[in-house]
């Protein structure tokens, strides 16, 4: 699976952007997609996961203000990002678990990772 994000930018605080991520070589329909990002100074960590079976799940810091959602026409997942924090700010990584691991929201359980996008949000 070929991961190809896009979306990221600068944006200020209390807007809003969308990531997409576009998969090719394999049908994400049954597959186990979610978005991560890494900070600075900061560890990988969840942002938001989408099981096949529409499950979704998300970080603390995130929920309300996010929302992922994957369109299997298109064989891409999507991260809908609002009310932007200063916090936000990291790179996005989009990840696809064909295994669809219960564990789904670790990062060790995802097999495939899109080249990240750059979301920056000013105070």
Known sequence: VQLQASGGGL??????????????????????LGWFRLGPGKERELVAAIKWTATTAYANSVKGRFTISRDNAKNTVYLQMN?????????????A???????????????????????????
Do not use: F
């Not at 200020?12 to 329909?29: E, F, K």
């Not at 009310?83 to 990840?95: F, G, I, N, Q």
């Not at 691991?101 to 495939?112: E, L, V």
């Open 11 to 32: 944006v200020q605080a209390g807007g809003s952007l969308r990531l997409s991520c576009a998969a090719s070589g394999r049908t994400v329909s049954r597959i186990t």
């Open 83 to 95: 009310s932007l924090k200063p916090e936000d700010t990291a790179v996005y990584y989009c990840a």
């Open 97 to 123: 678990d064909p295994s669809n691991n219960i564990y789904y929201t670790r990062p060790s359980n995802y097999n495939y990772w899109g080249q990240g996008t750059q979301v920056t949000v000013s105070s």
